[in-house]
Nanobody, 120 residues
Framework: QAQLVESGGGLVQPGGSLRLSCTYS?????FAWFRQAPGKEREGVVC????????WYSDSVKGRFTMSKDNAKNTVHLQMNNLKPDDTAVYYC????????????????WGQGTQVTVSS
């Protein structure tokens, strides 16, 4: 009974920062963060493999967002800096037992999302 729960979303001004957390149960090979803005398709933000150094960021967040994981605490994080209005979306944590990538179809387990709003 795998489960993922996101937290840390909220309202922030442009240029600000937020840190999202995803606490999970179960054992997974890979994790990822996706986001979905109103009227848009779900977009891959970043994924991380077995190694904490094995990450793949979307071009839109590269250099601003950092994903990390803490295996001992069963938690993954997404540190978001220099946030922009275009970052506004519901952010989802995803995990999989085999796959790795920025395609939503690769992941079998999903959290319910946390809202991030970037606005003045």
């Amino acid at each position: 009974q795998a489960q993922l729960v996101e937290s840390g979303g909220g309202l922030v001004q442009p240029g600000g920062s937020l840190r999202l957390s995803c606490t999970y149960s179960g054992s997974f090979y890979s994790f990822a963060w996706f986001r979905q803005a109103p009227g848009k398709e779900r977009e891959g933000v970043v994924c991380i493999g077995r190694s904490a150094d094995s990450t793949w960021y979307s071009d839109s967040v590269k250099g601003r967002f950092t994903m990390s994981k803490d295996n001992a605490k069963n938690t993954v994080h997404l540190q978001m800096n220099n946030l922009k209005p275009d970052d506004t979306a519901v952010y989802y944590c995803a995990a999989d037992e085999r796959g790795w990538g920025l395609e939503a179809a690769f992941y079998d387990y999903w959290g319910q999302g946390t809202q991030v709003t970037v606005s003045s």
